[in-house]
């Protein structure tokens, strides 16, 4: 599957309506950026975030984390 490439602020924005929903079933990380997010039907996306940062890749898992999504590093 190809990641698609998108800002930081892309991908939170992305995300946000998919937690507010209980969409997303579990997500991971590597500190390279790539961000993989399964959904509860199955369904999964993977990011390639081009400008985050370590600290940046640690809040959106703990957004997850606080949303009752499983994430996994």
Do not use: H
Not at 31 to 54: H, L, M, W
């Amino acid at each position: 599957m190809v990641a698609k490439t998108c800002t930081f602020v892309e991908f939170v924005e992305a995300l946000k309506p998919w937690l507010k929903d209980d969409l997303i079933k579990q997500a991971s990380f590597d500190r390279n950026g790539k961000f993989t997010v399964v959904f509860e039907d199955g369904a999964t996306n993977i990011y390639q975030i081009d400008d985050c940062s370590p600290n940046q890749i640690d809040e959106a898992a703990e957004l997850m984390r606080n949303n009752g999504v499983l994430f996994l590093e």
